[in-house]
């Protein structure tokens, strides 16, 4: 019998955000003044692969309790709904494996200016 244990976490890039005006050389970062969003992330883990991957806002849900994503290969994606979100914000993304092990969380940090 041969038994593999899997200790090595997953790992999730910092997402990118579609539709956003790159505003940082003024000290905003990246500004929407959109409703929606698409968001992907590259997500990598050579053992037992990555199972699901989730994104949240601001205030952690915790494990298992953010939005979950699409997987694709080693990418995943999201649609996100950025109504109400007005300021600056951060978006978090993090990434779970097959044996139960979560990435480390990544980020992003954006400004929504509502209409």
Do not use: C
Not at 18 to 32: A, E, W
Not at 53 to 78: C, K, L, R, S, W
């Amino acid at each position: 019998t041969t038994v593999k244990f899997d200790n090595t976490t997953p790992t999730a890039s910092a997402p990118t955000m579609s539709g956003g005006v790159d505003l940082t050389l003024l000290g905003l970062g990246y500004v929407f003044l959109s409703n929606t969003t698409n968001i992907s992330t590259a997500v990598i883990d050579n053992l037992s692969g990555v199972t699901s991957v989730e994104y949240y806002f601001d205030t952690d849900p915790g494990q298992g309790h953010g939005t979950p994503m699409t997987i694709n290969g080693g990418t995943a994606t999201a649609t996100a709904n950025l109504v109400g979100l007005n300021g600056q914000h951060v978006l978090h993304v993090r990434a779970l494996d097959a044996a139960g092990n979560w990435s480390a969380v990544a980020n992003r940090t954006f400004t929504r200016i509502g209409l």
